[in-house]
């Protein structure tokens, strides 16, 4: 079995202050971990992914996570926070080799104040 | 390329009434996913295709619910008897078959049974 644990379902922080969303997964064998985030009334964009290949991945709009086997983690970071980012942002897992079936988390809402 | 597409955008219906959503993968994309989003449950989902093959139904929610895909380039979720609670957006998303691959998604469908 996959799962995703959002550890936070809303984060607020301050225009050109760091941003952290934090994720941890479940995962019985390798996973492969994207980060999604959605816009109010839209759908959902990728962000990044990891599939096994460098642990730092870096996405679009400035936004970077990084994969920690040991801590079964996949937070999503980002220098500093505009007020564009505002949006719910989800973490997401599949199986490497279990086909691409995507398990989503429950979302973090990020609200950036000015 | 268009991306995926979703048809209609909104949907407003009567308790009672038949309600088709229906979605265009990207060209090229073998794996069909149907999600539904609501405030309460966040984004669940409801079956997946490949190669126009249903893997998983096991998310849809009971019998008043059916999808379909009859080709690689078209698919339908049914709803019927629709119920106030069906009430959600229902999101369409494709991806290439294949471990660690991403999904996109379609802009979603508004369903509000009265």
């Known amino acids: 079995a996959q799962s995703v644990t959002q550890l936070d379902s809303h984060v607020s922080v301050s225009e050109g202050t760091p941003v952290l969303l934090r994720c941890n997964y479940s995962?019985?064998?390798?996973?492969?971990l994207f980060w999604y985030v959605q816009h109010p009334n839209k759908g959902l964009q990728l962000l990044l992914k990891?599939?096994?290949?460098?642990?730092l991945v870096k996405g679009i709009n400035g936004f970077e996570a990084e994969f920690k086997k040991s801590e079964t983690s996949f937070h999503l970071t980002k220098p500093s926070a505009h007020m564009s980012d505002a949006a719910e942002y989800f973490c997401v897992v599949s199986l490497t080799g279990g086909g691409n079936k995507l398990t989503f988390g429950t979302g973090t809402q990020l609200k950036v104040e000015l | 390329d268009a991306g995926v597409i979703q048809s209609p955008r909104h949907e407003v219906t009567e308790m009672g009434q038949e309600v088709t959503l229906r979605c265009k993968p990207i060209?090229?994309?073998?794996?069909l996913f149907w999600y539904r989003q609501t405030m309460m449950r966040g984004l669940e989902l409801l079956i997946y295709?490949?190669?126009?093959?249903?893997?998983?139904d096991s998310g849809m929610p009971e019998d008043r619910f059916s999808a379909k895909m009859p080709n690689a380039s078209f698919s339908t979720l049914k709803i019927q008897p629709s119920e106030p609670r069906d009430s959600a957006v229902y999101f369409c998303?494709?991806?290439?078959?294949?471990?660690?691959?991403?999904?996109?998604f379609g802009q979603g469908t508004r369903l509000t049974v009265v």
């Open positions: 990891y599939t096994s290949a460098a642990t």
């Open positions: 060209s090229g994309h073998n794996s």
């Open positions: 295709f490949n190669n126009n093959v249903p893997i998983d």
């Open positions: 998303a494709s991806s290439r078959r294949g471990s660690g691959t991403e999904a996109f």
């Open positions: 995962s019985s064998y390798s996973p492969s």
